[in-house]
């Protein structure tokens, strides 16, 4: 079995910071891509921030600037640094992970539970 976990989300006023964090746990042979998705009420999920295993990260357009995403694969753990957040942020944050198990040869994209972030204005 494969676990992620996150936590950090919360209630923060436009122009705050929060710091989202996910584990992943298990039978873990190997993690290739992490990333962090959202969903807004009524919206559909949409890819945030994501990082290879190469460490090199991408951005959605809106979040350019103010969002960090990071890693420690020492930890099996990807971060989201939010700052300067506005109502536009709100929503559910969901990590996602490319895992290979065990002595698999598959690599799988396993969720986490997600996490509430809402931006009061």
């Known amino acids: 079995q494969v676990q992620l976990v996150e936590s950090g989300g919360g209630l923060v006023q436009a122009g705050g910071s929060l710091r989202l964090s996910c584990a992943a746990s298990g039978s873990i042979s190997s993690i290739n891509a992490m990333g962090w998705y959202r969903q807004a009420p009524g919206k559909q999920r949409e890819l945030v921030a994501a990082i290879p295993s190469d460490g090199s990260t991408n951005y959605a357009d809106s979040v350019k600037g103010r969002f960090t995403i990071s890693r420690d694969n020492a930890k099996n753990t990807v971060y989201l640094q939010m700052n300067n957040l506005s109502p536009e942020d709100t929503g559910v944050y969901y990590c996602?992970?490319?895992?290979?198990?065990?002595?698999?040869?598959?690599?799988?994209?396993?969720w986490g539970q997600g996490t509430q972030v809402t931006v009061s204005s």
């Open positions: 996602d992970a490319l895992i290979r198990r065990g002595q698999s040869k598959i690599w799988s994209h396993y």
